[in-house]
């Protein structure tokens, strides 16, 4: 691989490469394609031999509301430190605006 295609793929996958860091790579990308390449062929033998599972269908439920609203607030509430209404109260750690 050039020089010149490793800075643009870099450049692509917006990383900055030192000239160490570029030779490297042309030396590595090639090894890296090639399995690729056979993983992607194994990939094709193997829907080859299996093109289809069986039928397809969708297997999503409809949304169901299993709890009531609220049902678990007071328990929740309970288990916290302090809380006033329906909130936890934390110690205020930033000071934004003040």
Do not use: C, W
Request: glycine share 4%; no cysteine; hydrophobic share 45%.
């Amino acid at each position: 691989m050039q020089k010149q295609d490793i800075v643009a793929l870099a450049t692509l996958a917006r990383i900055e490469l030192s000239e160490t860091e570029i030779t490297a790579f042309s030396m590595e990308l090639p090894a890296i394609l090639e399995y690729v390449g056979a993983v992607q062929s194994m990939v094709a033998e193997t829907e080859a031999v299996n093109p289809d599972l069986g039928p397809r269908y969708n297997v999503f439920r409809t949304d169901v509301v299993s709890v009531t609203p609220e049902a678990h607030t007071a328990d929740i509430l309970g288990q916290m430190p302090e809380a006033r209404d329906r909130y936890m109260v934390v110690k205020k750690i930033l000071n934004v605006g003040d």
